[in-house]
């Protein structure tokens, strides 16, 4: 390995901070603060920087999230991930996009901190449970437990339908149709029975209040979305977020929100618009991710 190893492995330890915060103003802020530690490292008795600098962001990501449950506590209405925009070459390492995804990252919030450290770093990282153990401050026995029980919460919540971006981009088109033209049917005949729409607007900015639950009740909020008069001044640009295809959403030319969809078997299963400035200061910028 040549040059610093923080900089070699700088896109690795942003992924991990972010599928274990959820926000990549508060990955950036603990990637920092490992680079800051890794200054102070003699770096000369390092065996595996990357293992070392992983256990590092890991610590300081489970600090993190001490840090800030308060503030998701007080959080207004409800909270989706930060989407971050990544590049279409994400989308070619589909496990690495799978575990962005939002709907994946709304899964991972039901675990504890802990569980979800040891989820994402042996489900999606590949790393061991010696290793794990180093990074959580367990032994390889509780990791090992802990990854079983992580599992185990997890298998009636992770989406079971097969996924793909080529689905995904048939049902963003009909959301764009829709805008365009009126015509609701074509995307509510996509919709799930059981979809989920859920709104992010911090309170900052107007989004749903609470989760809306069931395809006509969905369509039926679409249609009077799309049918207001502020819904002209938007427009539609299809993007990649989260390692999948998603809408830049604009409004009178400025950005207003950035929509993606869960869709299983072909059927939309969630939608979910984030609207918190806040969350999309840095939206515009392509975020550095990779395994």
Do not use: C
Request: hydrophobic share 45%; glycine share 6%; charged share 25%.
């Amino acid at each position: 390995m040549s040059g610093d190893p923080f900089l070699t492995h700088r896109r690795l330890l942003f992924t991990v901070a972010y599928e274990m915060l959820g926000s990549a103003a508060d990955a950036e802020d603990v990637v920092q603060e490992t680079w800051l530690k890794w200054r102070g490292v003699d770096q000369a008795e390092v065996r595996d920087p990357r293992a070392y600098l992983v256990r590092i962001v890991t610590r300081a990501a489970l600090d993190q999230v001490r840090a800030t449950s308060r503030r998701r506590e007080e959080y207004v209405g409800p909270w989706l991930p930060e989407p971050i925009l990544t590049s279409p070459d994400v989308a070619d390492d589909v496990a690495l996009a799978d575990s962005l995804s939002t709907a994946m990252l709304l899964v991972l919030e039901t675990l504890t901190p802990t569980q979800r450290a040891v989820f994402v770093l042996h489900e999606v990282f590949g790393f061991d449970y010696e290793e794990l153990a180093e990074a959580v401050g367990k032994t390889p026995a509780a990791v090992r437990q802990i990854a079983h029980r992580a599992r185990e919460h997890l298998a009636s919540r992770k989406p079971r339908g097969e996924v793909s971006a080529e689905s995904t981009r048939h049902a963003l088109n009909a959301f764009q149709h829709a805008l365009a033209t009126g015509e609701i049917q074509p995307l509510a005949d996509l919709l799930a029975p059981d979809v989920v729409m859920l709104g992010d607007g911090g309170g900052v900015k107007q989004a749903l209040p609470r989760p809306i639950h069931g395809a006509a009740k969905v369509a039926k909020l679409l249609e009077v979305g799309f049918s207001t008069p502020w819904a002209t001044l938007m427009s539609l640009e299809q993007i990649q977020a989260n390692g999948w295809p998603a809408l830049l959403v604009r409004l009178d030319g400025e950005l207003d929100s950035v929509v993606t969809m869960r869709v299983e078997d072909g059927l939309v299963t969630g939608i979910y618009t984030v609207r918190n400035p806040e969350k999309l200061t840095r939206f515009l910028e392509e975020a550095g991710v990779s395994r």
